[in-house]
């Protein structure tokens, strides 16, 4: 694993034991509201209480552990998102915004994948000899679901 991946992977732990931790602590000393006592939440004060107030759909103070389940793989998927972004870009040698063909190549999935491996044009809806970054994750997707690693 790279070093900005293991900081990733440590940063998205961290945010996940302080919103579990709020959460233990908002059960252990806030008696449960009724609907007709519940408060307008307060307005997020940083980061953590923003992402906490976006999982708590039900906006009770308290996150559930189906909230909590949802709003950990949003997380997940946004943070993988950015990691693949991240690779688009540093894959993208010419800096024109896409992959082209021999840029496509290089791309470790394609490279391990050999003679399997299959080729630009299968995602390129475009069909402008070059994949954005949408196509992409398209790319991506198909071959971890083909097992071409």
Known sequence: MSRHGSRAGYAVCVIAALLVATSAQAQATTPAKTPATQATPAPPADEADTLFARWDTDHNGVLSPEEFRVGWHQLQATTELHRLHEQFVAMDANKNGCLDASEYAHLELIRNAGKSAPPLAMFD??????????????????MLKHQHK
């Open 125 to 142: 809806t475009e069909k402008n000899q070059c994949l954005d970054f949408k196509e992409y994750v398209n790319v991506v997707d198909y």
